[in-house]
């Protein structure tokens, strides 16, 4: 006979997690000593742990680029972008019901971001790059394509994300390195569908899909 698949507990919703850990107000100082002790034991692992499912046990991502990499992510770059998420200025439907509850405040960011930061970038099999047939049509071969790919980089990338595409030094500007280039893509289009926004949105949006593929091409070829 088969063996019986053991039952998975569940795991508290993060809501939960953070309800219990941080609750500050109490009826009593014993209480409230209490409660401050379990906010002094929330650690950046126990958030990210609501992160895995999606980002990976190091922060490598999945699905093809579906989710990114973030690991190797600054953490300036990593708690502005938790803040949008927050305040709903950037969306995307699995974060919706982490940041609505109203415990995931700037001292919990700051706690995960943090711990992700911590992690090593991955070594993803991402080069080289296959470009769409669509794409490559668009320029007389595959010469052309690679040059054009490095122009466009030079004019409209490098000078955020660095002539090395290894972000700025002050951790404001990711790195594009080392990222799914299906992820690099839906950003460049959601960017120019103004679906995400930043000061240099008009730069990051206004790349054609077949160019916006060879700048992608350029990004793997520098991270080789």
């Known amino acids: 006979m088969p063996a019986r698949h053991r039952r998975r507990r569940p795991r508290p919703m993060l809501p939960a997690l953070l309800l219990c850990a941080l609750a500050t107000s109490a009826p009593s100082p014993a209480a409230e000593d209490a409660a401050d002790d379990a906010a002094a034991e929330v650690t950046g692992e126990q958030i990210y742990a609501y992160c895995v499912d999606c980002h990976g046990k190091r922060g490598e991502g999945g699905d093809g680029g579906t989710y990114p990499r973030i690991a190797g992510l600054p953490q300036p770059y990593i708690d502005r972008q938790l803040h949008a998420f927050k305040s709903q200025a950037r969306r995307t439907k699995p974060m919706v019901p982490i940041f609505q509850h109203h415990r995931f405040d700037a001292e919990i960011i700051d706690l995960v971001a943090g711990h992700v930061a911590g992690f090593s970038p991955p070594r993803l099999s991402l080069w080289p790059y296959e470009p769409s047939a669509a794409a490559l049509e668009a320029f007389a071969d595959k ?9 466009l980089y030079a004019d409209a990338c490098a000078g955020c994300h660095g002539a090395d595409a290894s972000g700025d030094d002050a951790g404001k500007v990711p790195p ?49």
């Open 143 to 151: 010469a052309a394509f690679e040059a054009a790919g490095a122009e």
């Open 176 to 224: 594009l390195i080392v990222q799914y280039p299906a992820y690099l893509k839906k950003q460049i289009g959601d960017f120019a569908r103004g679906e995400r926004k930043m000061p240099a949105d008009a730069r990051c949006g206004e790349v054609p899909p077949a160019q916006a593929e060879a700048v992608i091409s350029h990004i793997v070829e520098l991270g080789k």
